[in-house]
């Protein structure tokens, strides 16, 4: 039997500001048989996310730091095959965290593998949907942002993996929803998912433009606010919350790169007299909400109520493109390269 | 009978910036006899707050603003002088709204007044620990921050009437403290309260220099912030704050006389991989934990668990000069003016 190889991706140094493909660093490397307790997979699809840009920093956070050299992690879906392990078979299909590389043979328990069950949604839904995207979804909506029927949500980068599923989420539980994104492709998408009312911030052009946008969407104001961008988006929703309105932060993308002194929400003392709660929120931490989270989306894809979309890049050699696509507003959906 | 009259202060303009004597107005009014169902009361205490720097901008809150030319309006104790409602007689110990002012007419309901029990405890009390500010204290600590025994606290204010109670309750409920207070006099009085470290913020001076000084009390970070300061002590808190930390945002005095534009806190982002909890409040949202807080109180003051300091003016014509005092730090605990 030919020996097994994987093209993997490293970080080459660490990035300033916006990440280049110079940043990265493609190489290869052997793929042994697996040892007592291992299995061999092959991935067929593998995620790159908004977070991943954290880890490239040199610095202390909820996930390690991703090492110069060494190939990077994150969520990907492969099959085995081949299985030293009492768990895992040939053919058996497997999420992990060993994405960026085409094979890996490790313990389940070092990579977070996990074997999926099938369903009749396609692979890649669990890298998106039915996976870490959509429960940080479900986690945000529900637990942090505490929706109530009725509520007048606001969520930013609606048209991106997370903020689709939060927009019908929020539609399901009979919510008016405004959603926003970048450009009219998107905005149409956002509308699509069942959105009452999407802004461009491309054409709204920060807070004052926002916050216009947004009284005119919401005379009222809003109750929750989803965060995925941060900056002026955080700051106009500041400025347009109703009082007890809930914020669950999940993400700043504005900020990711930023190389100088970010500018705070000015208008923050309105967080008192309108008692705002403004709660940040990691997906791993309410992981005791995933089969709740399985079952309702499992009725939700399956009635038609959840619809996902993606974006696909062919290939490992694309796997660095799709990662800076995210900072660009390359995707619809959910981003993904495809790597079986 | 000598017709009773009432001296009062009203706004005379709303100040720009840190108020001024001049934007305060001194009247005489008549103090009529109680109509039907009203009764008639002498003011013997009065308090001065921060928030109602808040009332004198002509802005919607969540209370309504001062009007110019009309008597403001504050905490107050007073006795009843005569009676034409069923449930008070003369004698009786009344708190009330119908501050600023010596004497008033009116339906209890008019001006919020509650009949005092006899209780052990000063009059002046009703007005701060056992009060309005003492309620504060407690359901922003207990409820808001959800204090739990071992967590490390951070109080910005803490030789004031609200803070010096949250350090109080906080080491009742056997946590690390650190109080931040402006000059010695007030920072000794913080560590007479029993707070663990104490914190000059005018020695520290800004951003950096409060980090430093809360890495220095406290290496491993802290669990919550009671914010009495906002500003760069909100800043500095979200920095050294530990995942999962609570904030409890009672008040922001060093924002309330801004002219310009604040500078809002650039590490936002924190609030997110640190899974922060930002949250403001208003105490007659938790006033159904009043029963609670008064039984708390009444052991907590008598076991000598619970002092607390009162800075008093004398006489109706100081009230303006305790109010402006709260803006300087005039103040150590709860500022008051007797009149009676």
Redesign the interface.
């Known amino acids: 039997m030919a020996q097994l190889t994987s093209t993997e991706w490293a970080l080459a140094q660490r990035p300033v500001g916006l990440p280049q493909l110079s940043d990265f660093q493609k190489k290869t490397t052997d793929v042994p048989e697996p040892g007592d307790g291992e299995i061999q997979v092959k991935n067929e699809w593998m995620s790159v996310d908004p977070y991943m840009r954290?880890r490239m920093y040199d610095r202390e956070?909820?996930v390690p730091p991703f090492q110069i050299g060494e190939t990077m992690q994150g969520g990907a879906i492969g099959r085995v095959t081949a299985s030293n392990h009492p768990g895992y078979g040939a053919g058996d299909l497997v999420s992990s965290m060993a994405g960026w590389r085409t094979a890996w043979t490790a313990k389940p328990e070092a990579v977070m593998a996990m074997k999926l069950p099938e369903t009749g949604l396609p692979e890649s839904a669990f890298l998106g949907v039915a996976g870490m995207p959509g429960l940080t979804a479900y986690a945000g909506i529900l637990r942090i942002a505490e929706l109530k029927e009725g509520d007048t949500v606001f969520v930013s980068g609606a048209a991106g993996a997370v903020g689709s599923t939060v927009v019908q989420i929020a539609k399901i539980k009979n919510c008016t929803v405004i959603g926003s994104a970048g450009g009219p492709e998107k905005c149409a998408t956002v509308m699509a998912l069942g959105a009452d009312h999407v802004i461009d911030y491309k054409q709204a052009r920060g807070f004052d433009g926002l916050v216009a946008a947004l009284r005119a969407a919401a005379p009222k104001g809003i109750d929750v606010y989803f965060d995925n961008v941060?900056g002026d988006h955080?700051?106009a929703a500041i400025e347009v919350a109703r009082?007890m309105a809930r914020f669950a932060?999940?993400?700043?993308i504005a900020?990711y790169n930023e190389t100088g002194?970010?500018?705070?929400?000015?208008?923050?003392?309105?967080?008192?007299?309108?008692?705002?709660?403004?709660?940040?929120?990691?997906v791993s931490?309410h992981i005791d909400m995933q089969p709740a989270f399985l079952a309702d989306m499992a009725k939700w894809i399956g009635s038609g109520q959840m619809q996902f979309n993606e974006t696909v890049m062919e290939g490992i050699d694309k796997a660095p493109d799709a990662f800076l696509g995210l900072f660009s507003g390359a995707n619809t959906g959910k981003m993904l390269v495809k790597l079986g």
Chains 1, 2 share one sequence.
Do not use: D, R
Not at 261 to 282: A, D, E, M, R, S
């Open positions: 954290g956070s909820y941060g955080l700051t009082p932060e999940c993400g700043m900020q002194t970010p500018v705070g929400p000015h208008n923050i003392i309105q967080v008192v007299g309108k008692q705002l709660k403004i709660q940040g929120f990691i931490t």
